[in-house]
């Protein structure tokens, strides 16, 4: 059990479906972040939020929408994907962001593949 | 541009030793990490280096060389359950981190 969860672990997706990923974090953390990790290549940062503001948007498509009601809860709203975004989505939570990584928690992922 | 270089993957035996390296170019420094990342599992955090030199930790070391851009990572008495990927990643001067495309490292009996 990392503190961090993340559902579902696994989903498959047609490119017109519409899907949503969801982590939830138990740690008493102020700041997630939704991170891309595709085969070979580096971690790739989303969205920051930190006290449920958004605070970063690395140049992500729209299809990705990410929703954060409360500290606890992060969730990733996706939509007309394309086969590129087949990836493993991560959650992360720190105490608070601009740490540079320092007390980062991590969950398991949701692999996504995109049909 | 900023960038973190890994070896792709590499094999060791079990018992033995491995070093990992990373050598980084960014955009200042603040800190460097190592995570563990088993297949379909969570990045777990193994350490951290901001001051050059070597922190040990049970079988694993890392060490840092800040003028020369680069870590290791030291992994001793291999055993099966190492077998996973190592990620390397450093903190910049804007504190934003900077991720290596991380080394699978594969255990042989």
């Known amino acids: 059990e990392t503190g961090v969860t993340q559902t579902p672990r696994h989903l498959v997706m047609g490119m017109t479906n519409k899907k949503s990923l969801k982590c939830e974090q138990h740690?008493?953390?102020?700041?997630m972040y939704w991170y891309k990790q595709s085969a070979k290549k580096p971690l790739e940062l989303m969205f920051v939020?930190?006290?449920?503001?958004?605070?970063e948007n690395n140049s992500v498509p729209s299809r990705f929408s990410p929703e954060c009601p409360n500290s606890s809860h992060l969730f990733l709203h996706l939509h007309t994907l394309q086969p590129e975004d087949s990836a493993l989505y991560l959650c992360?939570?720190?105490?608070?962001?601009?740490?540079?990584?320092?007390?980062?928690?991590f969950g398991s992922g949701t692999r996504l593949t995109v049909v | 541009g900023q960038n973190i270089d890994q070896p792709t993957e590499m094999t060791a035996t079990e018992g033995a030793i491995v070093q990992i390296n990373c050598t980084y170019q960014?955009?200042?420094?603040?800190?460097l990490f190592w995570y563990q990342q088993h297949a379909g599992e969570a990045p777990t955090f193994l350490s951290y280096n901001v001051l050059d030199g070597l922190e040990e930790k049970g079988r694993f070391s890392s060490f840092l060389s800040r003028s020369k851009g680069y870590s290791y990572l030291l992994l001793k008495e291999l055993q099966m359950k190492d077998s996973a990927s190592y990620l390397c990643?450093?903190?910049?001067?804007?504190?934003?981190?900077?991720w290596g495309a991380g080394t699978k490292l594969i255990i042989k009996p």
């Open positions: 939020y930190n006290f449920k503001e958004q605070t």
């Open positions: 992360a939570s720190s105490q608070e962001s601009g740490t540079g990584g320092y007390g980062y928690t």
């Open positions: 990643a450093v903190t910049d001067s804007n504190y934003q981190l900077i």
């Open positions: 740690l008493g953390h102020n700041a």
């Open positions: 960014t955009s200042g420094f603040n800190g």
